[in-house]
Nanobody, 125 residues
Framework: QVQLVESGGGLVQAGGSLILSCAASGLTFSSNAMGWFRQPPGKDREFVAAINWSGAHTYYADSVKGRFTISRDNAKNTMYLQMNSLKPEDTAVYYC??????????????????WGQGTQVTVSS
């Protein structure tokens, strides 16, 4: 049974930083591309970032490019999202997801088959 567990969310002031983690089990982590999505209050889930199985290739939404960094440690079955220069509009529930598909610059939620339960990130102004 695949389990993805996010952690690291919380309340932070604008301009601050957070690191989200996604611990994976029940799947061959190094065979999966991984992604982060977020769902702001009252809005649809949106793509944030994706990383291929080796970590050599990454893609970001334009809204987070230059501020967020996705990474992974296959030895620890864990993916990370370093979030810097946070803005109030980054407030959302953040989800990690896994896929066997090849990642591209235009990933959709439907491209990912396994999901975590989400972690809340709130950025105050």
């Amino acid at each position: 049974q695949v389990q993805l567990v996010e952690s690291g969310g919380g309340l932070v002031q604008a301009g601050g930083s957070l690191i989200l983690s996604c611990a994976a089990s029940g799947l061959t982590f190094s065979s999966n591309a991984m992604g982060w999505f977020r769902q702001p209050p009252g809005k649809d889930r949106e793509f944030v970032a994706a990383i291929n199985w080796s970590g050599a290739h990454t893609y970001y939404a334009d809204s987070v490019k230059g501020r967020f960094t996705i990474s992974r440690d296959n030895a620890k079955n864990t993916m990370y999202l370093q979030m810097n220069s946070l803005k109030p509009e980054d407030t959302a529930v953040y989800y990690c997801a896994a896929t066997y598909r090849t990642i591209t610059a235009t990933m959709a939620a439907a491209d990912f088959g396994s999901w975590g339960q989400g972690t809340q990130v709130t950025v105050s102004s």
